[in-house]
């Protein structure tokens, strides 16, 4: 069992075991990416030693908010389940397998945690003082970003079916503490969805009628959502907030490099609701246009290789026919992405709710930027291009 540690006791406790004199922690100021976490830079200081630099994020959740919540009532208990159970279960299969390292799935160092109620910390690796850099989340991606970024989020795919198919207990184990309550969640997405289509279609322009007529009502909206982000029986644990904004960035002997934070939103779920999600929120309508059906195509060529390095048949665990499958059934989940998720990921930082303060589980349901407005009608005009709306 864990001990229950202060924020400050625990960053005191690092500092004994890596034989530190003292720290300095810098809080860090927020632009709206996240919204659950409180986050600080954290310098530990020796003479004559080399400073070792960390990350601290603290949780942000009010009791308030935690008691009403429809989903969880921490998201860091599922962060702390994924560095400290499921993470050393993924470990152990690309150790086993021997996984080149520049194919193994890139996620920070955890140097520490704490459960304190309300206080729940967890300290990590500071990428970047690894030269690592944010990306900047209202800026759209390009094809190298992209493509990096669907490699990686494939190697995190196949690790899931590989822990399945070689320990089927103990990821039945990781699939059950993992998985949504689907009736909090149905109540939860319907508390919010007249809201969300109601931003959607003020901020429609000449294909507000097509929109309308889409969503006749709010059940439809969400009836898309529960199909895409429902238990997927497909043995395959998403990341579930796969954005830019969550994968770090740097460019080593000329190569790009991606690493991915945050795990707070780690559940069962179809592993097309990450890769969808990854492209409406990274990407802007040009883009889609000439690269979204290679993007489809280069995730399934990356996951069957990712399966390989761990000696597991995709026929066996994720044929081709399915993942096909799955992409007609999710084929409109880019456009109720758009709706749903979008404003809050390009939230302008003086309109991202604030958890700390406010105890509305719905506060996530903003109202959309100017650039929301922008992306938004670039996803209506890709999916009237595809013959889809």
Known sequence: ?????????????????????????????????????????????????????????????????????????????????????????????????????????????????????????????????????????????????????????????????????????????????????????????????????????????????????????????????????RRGNDKVLIHGDFKPSNIMHRRRNGKLELCVVDFQNVHDADAVADLMYFIFTATDESFRRVHYHELLDLYYEKLKASLLRLRVDPEQVYPESKYKSRLEKCAMLGLTIGVACLPVVLVDKENAPAFDKDPDATAVAVEGSALFKERFNGILNNYVEWGLL
């Open 1 to 229: 069992m864990q001990v229950r540690l202060s924020k400050q006791d625990l960053l005191k406790k690092i500092t004994e075991e890596h034989e530190f004199d003292d720290f300095v922690v810098t809080e860090r100021d927020g632009d709206g990416s996240s919204i659950m976490s409180s986050l600080s830079y954290v310098t530990f200081r020796a003479k004559g030693k080399t400073e070792m630099k960390l990350f601290a994020k603290t949780a942000a959740w009010i009791e308030k908010l935690r008691l009403n919540s429809p989903i969880i009532p921490c998201p860091f208990t599922i962060e702390l389940y994924f560095y400290r159970t499921l993470w050393k279960q993924y470990e152990k299969l690309e150790d086993m397998w021997n996984v080149p390292m520049e194919h193994r799935f890139r996620k920070p160092t955890l140097y520490g945690s704490s459960v304190e109620y309300l206080n729940e910390t967890l300290v990590i690796q500071d990428l970047i003082a690894q030269g690592y850099e944010e990306y900047e989340r209202q800026t759209p991606a390009d094809f190298e970003y992209m493509s990096a970024g669907i490699a990686l989020m494939a190697q995190f795919h196949a690790l899931s079916l590989a822990y399945s198919h070689y320990d089927p207990e103990g990821f039945k184990q990781a699939n059950e503490y993992l998985t949504l309550d689907e009736s909090k969640l149905v109540i939860w997405i319907g508390s919010m969805s007249t809201k969300l289509l109601a931003n959607a279609f003020s901020s429609a322009e000449k294909h507000r009628y097509k929109l309308k007529k889409y969503f006749k009502t709010p059940k439809r909206l969400l009836q898309l959502i529960m199909d895409c982000y």
